[in-house]
T-cell receptor
Framework: EDQVTQSPEALRLQEGESSSLNCSYT??????LFWYRQDPGKGPEFLFT???AGEEKEKERLKATLTKKESFLHITAPKPEDSATYLC????????????FGKGTMLLVSP | DAGVIQSPRHEVTEMGQEVTLRCKPI?????LFWYRQTMMRGLELLIY????????DSGMPEDRFSAKMPNASFSTLKIQPSEPRDSAVYFC???????????FGSGTRLTVV
């Protein structure tokens, strides 16, 4: 069974304090790993897709990286507006088109 | 583009009542997904459609749940009869070809009392 585990469950940072969120996965064959951002009361918003180990994607203060067992979402010098829940999801070769999500990391950035 | 549109945004109903959730996907997207989100279990796939045809409904928890997609621009998720444990946020998402990130709607928060 495909499994996606995110850590920590919650993270509190001061503005400007860089950190990383972790997503570890156990799947039969990874087709792609997705990162989403979810604000309270809203649906998840797509951030990145990573397809192979060693791949990196960047968007503003966020950088996602991928290894064969896990992905990291690095947040550099975060701002309060980066506060949200970050979700990781995997798409596998057998579960074509569908995404299996982790439970997310709730990030709070204080000014 | 208005994005994925779900209605209603909030639904409060009594146990035993029928509930119908609605979704309008993005035009041109061939895939439509229904997910349920709870604190305990996170986001869970219930069912998905490709070109209006249900492909995988293994995530539908019970026979009380049913979903339809009569055309490319509309889908419904029905719960009959509803139970308190069905309380959750239900999301609809669509995708152009299934290979890329989904676009989610804003969800329907369902409360069954």
């Amino acid at each position: 069974e495909d499994q996606v585990t995110q850590s920590p469950e919650a993270l509190r940072l001061q503005e400007g304090e860089s950190s990383s969120l972790n997503c570890s996965y156990t799947v039969s064959g990874l087709r792609g790993l997705f990162w989403y951002r979810q604000d309270p009361g809203k649906g998840p918003e797509f951030l990145f897709t990573l397809y192979s180990a060693g791949e990196e994607k960047e968007k503003e203060r966020l950088k996602a990286t991928l290894t064969k067992k896990e992905s990291f979402l690095h947040i550099t010098a975060p701002k309060p507006e980066d506060s949200a829940t970050y979700l990781c999801a995997v798409q596998t070769n057998s579960g074509y088109s569908t995404l299996t999500f982790g439970k997310g990391t709730m990030l709070l950035v204080s000014p | 583009d208005a994005g994925v549109i779900q209605s209603p945004r909030h639904e409060v109903t009594e146990m035993g009542q029928e509930v119908t959730l609605r979704c309008k996907p993005i035009s041109g997207h061939d895939y439509l997904f229904w997910y349920r989100q709870t604190m305990m279990r996170g986001l869970e796939l219930l069912i998905y459609f490709n070109n209006n045809v249900p492909i995988d409904d293994s995530g539908m928890p019970e026979d009380r749940f049913s979903a339809k997609m009569p055309n490319a621009s509309f889908s419904t998720l029905k719960i009959q009869p509803s139970e308190p444990r069905d309380s959750a946020v239900y999301f609809c998402a669509s995708s152009r070809d299934g290979n890329y990130g989904y676009t989610f709607g804003s969800g329907t928060r369902l409360t069954v009392v």
